[in-house]
Nanobody
Framework: QVQLVESGGGLVQPGGSLRLSCAAS????????MAWYRQGPGKQRELVAA???????KYTDSVKGRFSISRDSTKNTVYLQMSSLKPEDTAVYYC???????????WGQGTQVTVSS
């Protein structure tokens, strides 16, 4: 059974930083790309960043230069380092397998990120 558990969110002031973690269960972790998604208030879920098994990364334009995705295969964990946070980054952040589209329908609970002064 696959499971995704996100953590690390919180309330941060504009310009601040947070590091999100996603613990993934199952051997699939080492086989597929991983990605972070977010869903802001009243918005659809969007792909934020993805990382391949070989370490290739991609980002949505709005976070380029501010966010960094990484993975630790020994811990079955993917991270999202977020810096220079803006109010528009406020959202619930989720992780999933896959490079461009989510591979599993069962999402984790997500982790709330709120950027506000």
């Amino acid at each position: 059974q696959v499971q995704l558990v996100e953590s690390g969110g919180g309330l941060v002031q504009p310009g601040g930083s947070l590091r999100l973690s996603c613990a993934a269960s199952g051997s699939e972790f080492r086989t597929y790309a991983m990605a972070w998604y977010r869903q802001g208030p009243g918005k659809q879920r969007e792909l934020v960043a993805a990382i391949s098994t070989g370490g290739l990364t991609k980002y949505t334009d709005s976070v380029k230069g501010r966010f960094s995705i990484s993975r630790d295969s020994t811990k079955n964990t993917v991270y999202l380092q977020m810096s220079s946070l803006k109010p528009e980054d406020t959202a619930v952040y989720y992780c999933n397998w896959g490079w461009s589209t989510p591979m599993i329908d069962s999402w984790g609970q997500g982790t709330q990120v709120t950027v506000s002064s």
